[in-house]
């Protein structure tokens, strides 16, 4: 098998004093932090869209890189793109991929075409697994936005055709995860959701995704698939409201339509940006609510509107998302997947190399700081403290249901201004504690 990133030997970890740019800094698969290694901690994946498809085309002008991999016909380059995959996989010690229908083969012009085409390429991605049993899928999923046919949603569609067809895609999609043993499931609403309510059935397009999801989750059960459903929040692209705005959005939606057993959220950095949230504070609604699941790894730029998808660099976001995944007790199914492209100039195959290793080291990096943030202790035992006089007394009759609201007004009657007993909130010394672990490690 010819090899397709030539001059690259697999990245090795060299420590945050190595100079060598084809090399780790932070990111140790072996080493262990908080009693798991970082390969097991981190589950990092390879996004299958991007990192194989994305070629920098973008609103303004065509692509920059060339992602045949010397391939002719359609069906050619996608084997070709399957081989490079597991050679990049290989060589940045990545176990993971995530993909959608699409990206790994061609839509021919009707769909017993297309299924055929995604057996014949999941058949040979299979076989490439069993070459190297150490590469897995972390989750598949279905684009149903990019055909025109989804101008106005898949599962929200005015036109029963279109969500019938949605439907039978979905179901493929499925199947292929389960045969390449994925443990979850994503569902990413790309146009569900409206322009404007002037032509919008909002009651019946909602009710119809959640017909739709449950038609899935009881196919792919019956089929045997054991593993989580996601839906990913995002807010605004493509559709100027989305349903599936953010995490709270999306888990009332889930709680309205009994979905809520079954369904977690894969929460992408970049869609917390466009929702003007920070990624921790969709990841702790997620966890707090008890539907954390998986992430999407990037950044986004807050000077743009849009998603602009790029590899994570920013260690205080890094250290805080992992702050939250190791409160959360770890992923079980879910992984850090990588829905990240090179920028538009860097279209040399190396850039792709530059960009999985600055967003890798810098996971490990957040990773290491969260758990010290946590062995430390300092700021957890401020946030106790806040709270403490929920433990006692008062506080402790509220919770457990004791106090009436008569008894609230006789303790604060007999108590008179309660102002005296706040206290400060301390943000400016949190932070500077939260620099001083990040500095010291």
Request: with cysteine; proline share 3%; net charge negative.
């Amino acid at each position: 098998m010819s090899e397709f990133f030539t001059g690259i030997s697999k990245i090795p970890f060299e420590g945050k004093a190595s100079n060598n740019p084809m090399a780790f800094k932070y990111y140790n698969p072996d080493e262990v932090v908080g009693g798991k290694t970082m390969r097991e901690q981190l589950k990092f994946a390879l996004s299958w869209w991007h990192t194989m498809g994305g070629d920098g085309t973008d609103m303004f002008g065509v692509g920059t890189t060339n992602k045949k991999f010397g391939g002719t016909d359609p069906m050619d380059i996608a084997k070709r793109k399957v081989n490079a995959a597991f050679e990049l996989m290989d060589k940045l010690s990545i176990d993971y991929f995530c993909f959608h229908d699409r990206d790994l083969a061609p839509e021919a012009d009707n769909l017993k075409e297309t299924n055929q085409r995604l057996d014949e390429i999941t058949e040979y991605i299979a076989q490439m697994m069993q070459l190297n049993p150490d590469k897995k899928v972390l989750w598949g999923t279905a684009n149903c936005f990019g055909n025109p046919r989804y101008m106005h949603g898949a599962g929200t569609a005015p036109n029963a055709d279109v969500f019938a067809f949605a439907a039978a895609q979905i179901k493929k999609a499925i199947e292929i995860t389960v045969k390449l043993g994925g443990k979850g499931y994503v569902f990413w609403g790309g146009r569900e959701g409206y322009e404007t309510l002037l032509n919008t059935n909002m009651g019946l397009e909602l009710d119809n995704m959640a017909r739709l999801l449950h038609m899935a989750v009881d196919y792919a059960r019956s089929i045997g698939f054991t593993g989580d459903f996601y839906i990913e929040p995002k807010p605004k692209e493509p559709t100027k409201h989305q349903y599936d705005f953010d995490t709270a959005t999306v888990i009332g939606f889930l709680r309205k339509y009994n979905l809520d057993k079954d369904f977690k959220m894969n929460i992408e950095a970049n869609h917390a940006t466009l929702a003007q949230h920070t990624f921790q504070h969709e990841l702790r609604v997620a966890r707090e609510n008890g539907f954390f699941g998986s992430i999407d790894a990037n950044q986004g730029d807050t000077l743009l509107g849009w998603d602009t998808d790029q590899f994570p660099t920013n260690t205080y976001d890094a250290a805080l998302c992992m702050y939250e995944v190791l409160k959360a007790g770890g992923f079980t199914n879910g992984g850090l997947n990588f829905d990240s492209k090179a920028r538009r100039g860097s279209f040399e195959m190396e850039d792709i190399f530059h960009s999985y290793i600055a967003g890798m080291d810098t996971f490990a990096l957040g990773l290491k700081i969260a758990q010290k943030m946590i062995d430390d202790g300092r700021i957890d035992q401020f946030v106790a403290d806040r709270y403490a006089s929920w433990n006692t007394g008062i506080g402790a009759d509220i919770i457990s249901g004791k106090a009436t609201m008569a008894d609230l007004e006789a303790y604060a009657l007999s108590k008179g201004d309660v102002t005296a007993s706040l206290k400060s909130g301390r943000q400016e010394l949190l932070e500077s504690i939260l620099n001083n672990i990040m500095f010291n490690l």
